[in-house]
């Protein structure tokens, strides 16, 4: 063989070789992928046989509950305070995913929310009957006849808000 010859052959064994190595590394992430799945289903599962203790409350951003929390801001048209669960109830578990951005039927437009908020729908998904849209500022349902969809991490349409 010649010069040329061997090198081409040299390289062409190369590629050969590194392409089988990324094979095995594509087929690692997918296993990688899979497996995750699993275990946050798993989690979810656990988390689902504690009960939630919704008395294990507070108000958004920390402290405790207070009488007027539900007068409405005339300039945000948003609540003084929103009741979440406390983070020793929320630390029992998630029996969703998390996710903290939400979309309005009604208007199309996206609302995303504290991580408290957020974390509250995860481990109690029925704990509220409605929420708040930043475009029409005001409260609607959620639940199966609400109207909001979950607006997911990867910008996919998931499930209604509150199921
Ligand atoms: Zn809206």
């Known amino acids: 063989m010649t010069e040329l010859e061997q090198a081409q052959a040299a390289y062409d064994s190369a590629v050969a070789e590194r392409a089988a190595a990324d094979k095995i590394v594509n087929d690692a992430a997918k296993k990688v992928i899979a497996a995750k ?7 979810r ?11 294990a409350r507070q108000l958004s ?26 983070p020793d109830e929320r630390a029992k578990g998630f029996v969703r995913p998390f996710r903290d951005a939400y979309r309005h ?9 504290s991580r408290d908020i957020a974390e509250t ?17 005001g409260h609607f349902p ?7 969809t979950w607006y997911e991490m990867d ?9």
Do not use: W
């Open 121 to 137: 729908y995860a481990r109690d998904p029925e704990f509220y009957t409605g929420t708040f849209c930043t475009t029409c500022r």
């Open 37 to 43: 799945r699993r275990l946050e289903e798993a989690k």
């Open 45 to 55: 599962e656990a988390a689902a046989k504690v009960p939630v203790d919704r008395n």
């Open 61 to 86: 951003g920390g402290g405790p509950v207070t009488a007027d929390h539900r007068e409405i801001d005339p300039a945000s048209g948003q609540q003084k305070g929103y009741i979440v669960l406390r």
């Open 105 to 113: 039927l009604k208007c199309g437009k996206i609302t995303t929310m």
């Open 142 to 148: 959620v639940g199966a006849d609400g109207e909001f």
């Open 155 to 163: 910008g996919a349409e998931g499930p209604k808000v509150g199921t």
